[in-house]
């Protein structure tokens, strides 16, 4: 059975600096401190002006620390103590000032203290007015820190609490809360290279008129973020779909199965794992017309050929990538799926019941592998997706053996 439990408990360390901003914080703690990750707040002076150390104190469940000299800490070594044994520090929200004083190795604070004496990663979300964002100091300072390996989170683009316009809002919590919650995830494809199939083909009949699947790409680009967190190089090929895909995925856009099994021949050489979750359409048309075909009150026949599966064919490669089949079946969901495993000759199939699963934004999966059957309950496509990534590194650590 895939385990299917939380991962262990994630600690971070929580800063805030002066901006109105801060009150993002406390919602940004409640959401974290939902989703497990144990939260120690450290606030600065200029923060404890926008929100109460009560706040984020009753949120956390811990005591807030704003003093670099704690006579509470036992040997006085808080910017010690503090930003040992997390597992991240976040600054949020970082303002102008925190990032300079960051940017230069200052430490006259605790908070500024413990990110000089950190050894874990390092974010920041920047909050601050438009023009203090373009300031050439500041985006110098951001320059700076991306050298330094910090990770900057935002700001977006908006109206701000000064009543202008324009780029320095603190990203929102929920925002901010899932970069971290991927942050977090275990690097379980480091240096892979993953190529993934997503959405529908669509077939054309003539100008205007084709034949397509019902498939949202959801699960697709949901499996490229999670492999993406887990640290593999991700190629998505994706069909026709409204959805943005991960940044950092190196994305081909195609239409019809034809030009999906070119862009998967074109890319699979020296890939580790091929995910194929695209609905690619069975059939096309013979015969196509580039024009609109006009209506007749006749009946009319229209002739489909096969098209070429695409898994099957990287699955019958000499040396064939780590192959991941996907199967939506409407009935007989167990036996429909281990058939196709078997005729694919694959190592790993996922599937589930067509009208649990399109569109939506959760759904239920079942693996099979040569080891038999997991379940894994319902849960975010996002989620699945991450479960689906450990069930597959699994099975390459145990073929490694
Ligand atoms: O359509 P079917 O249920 O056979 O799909 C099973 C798997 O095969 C899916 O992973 C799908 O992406 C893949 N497939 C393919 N090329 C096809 C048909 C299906 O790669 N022409």
């Not at 894994?376 to 997706?385: H, V």
């Amino acid at each position: 059975m895939t385990d299917t439990s939380l991962q262990r408990t994630r600690h971070l360390l929580l800063g805030l600096t002066g901006g109105v901003a801060a009150y993002k914080a406390a919602e940004l703690a409640r959401l974290l401190i939902h989703d497990g990750v144990d939260v120690q707040a450290v606030m600065t002076q200029s923060a404890c002006h926008f929100v109460g150390t009560a706040t984020l104190q009753a949120l956390t469940g811990k005591p807030v620390f704003t003093e670099l000299w704690d006579a509470s800490i036992a040997n006085s070594m808080a910017h010690i103590d503090l930003s040992r044994n997390v597992d991240a520090i976040l600054v949020a929200p970082a303002s102008a000032d925190f990032i300079a004083k960051l940017a230069n190795g200052l430490a006259d604070d605790l908070l500024s203290t413990l990110c000089l004496a950190r050894d874990c990663p390092l974010l920041i979300a920047p909050a601050m007015n438009r023009q203090m964002w373009e300031n050439p100091a500041t985006q110098r300072n951001l320059a700076t820190l991306r050298q330094d390996n910090v990770t900057i989170l935002g700001p977006a683009s908006g109206a701000q609490a000064c009543g202008e316009t324009g780029m320095g809002r603190m990203l929102e919590a929920r925002e901010l809360a899932e970069t971290l919650h991927s942050f977090f995830q275990p690097r379980l494809l480091q240096g892979k290279r993953v190529l993934i199939t997503a959405g529908p083909t669509y077939e054309a009949i003539d100008a205007v008129r084709g034949i397509t699947n019902l498939s949202s790409g959801k699960m697709g680009y949901a499996i490229a973020r999670a492999a993406l967190e887990a640290g593999a190089e991700v190629i998505l090929i994706s069909g026709p779909v409204c959805l943005d895909a991960p940044p950092a995925a190196k994305v081909t856009r195609v239409t019809s199965a034809q030009d999906m099994l070119g862009a998967v021949e074109n890319e699979i050489s020296g890939v580790d794992i091929f995910i194929s979750v695209a609905a690619v359409a069975d059939y096309r048309a013979k015969s196509t017309s580039k024009q609109k075909t006009k209506k007749t009150s006749n009946s009319i026949t229209l002739e489909l050929i096969p098209n070429p599966d695409i898994l099957e064919y990287a699955a019958g490669l000499a040396d064939p990538p780590f192959c991941v089949g996907f199967a939506a079946e409407t009935e007989n969901l167990e036996e429909n799926a281990e058939i196709k495993r078997c005729k694919k000759k694959l190592p790993l199939l996922a599937a589930n019941l067509v009208q649990e699963t399109i569109g939506s934004e959760d759904c239920t999966l079942t693996l099979f592998d040569g080891a038999g059957r997991h379940h894994l309950p319902r849960a975010q496509k996002i989620e699945q997706a991450r479960r689906l990534i450990k069930h597959i590194s699994l099975l390459q650590e145990k073929q490694k053996a």
